[in-house]
């Protein structure tokens, strides 16, 4: 999985070469190692959630939402990045944004639907228009935290016609923070998380006839690692690991 912004190759409603060289660059170096690419718009013009990881800055964050030239911006990128890859049988598919979170007064259900749904959708045709057949991975504005049983308001795929979707989610809460502290590193708190949730995205990916991707995650400890791997592999449930979560800011024995 593959995080980049939108300028990167974007600058205003212009497409930059040198950005498409960069991005090509590395398609190019994981298919030499024979690793298949998850292209992943971390930020979308505009911003999609109120993070700086969407690659703005703060007092510039989440205007994707309630902004059509964003909206159009972001839905071009990505008839312009599924037409280049098309053909590419390195990349293995688009992830929309990530981790969307729009602000206002409503519950994160009504948000989902009345804000993050049609932008899926509106990116969805995008792709579609240039690209039949790569994957498309695709959160909601409840996928990164936990809240299983709020994942049910995302529609089966196959209601709103998509083929060749994935449903992803992220993992921190109660994983990599704990709980309660300290509990991030029992092997006995972690454990009960993992079957938890395994549970539920077996259910739910049965239920809704999706492959689920576990696209972020990292548990602090190996032992906890080992049974997450473990457990979503044995289930059906993809994945891919969020090294820096732990294995940087987040930790001082390892800046």
Known sequence: RVPFLSDLIMDGTNFSAAGWTNLDWVVNECGKRRL?????????????????HSGQPKGLWNRL???TEFKGRTSNLWAKVAE?????????GFDVFNEPDPEGAYTKTQLYSNSVLPMLRQCYSAIRSKDAQHLVF???NFMDTNTLDLMWSCPAPASENWTNVVYEFHHYDGIHYGPTGASATV?????????????AYARFSEAKQVPVF?????????QNVDYFVRQFEA???HWANWNY???GYDDSGHP
Request: glycine fraction near 10%; charged fraction near 15%.
């Open 36 to 52: 298949w690419v998850i292209l992943d718009l971390h930020g979308t013009p505009g911003a999609q959630n109120g993070q700086d």
């Open 65 to 67: 939402w309630d902004s």
């Open 84 to 92: 280049r890859y098309a053909t590419n049988n390195v990349v293995a």
């Open 138 to 140: 695709m959160m909601s």
């Open 187 to 199: 092997f006995a708190t972690q454990k009960g998380i993992v079957d938890q949730i395994v549970k």
């Open 214 to 222: 576990v696209g972020e995650f990292c548990p602090v400890k190996m």
């Open 235 to 237: 289930n059906g449930i």
């Open 245 to 247: 979560r732990h294995f």
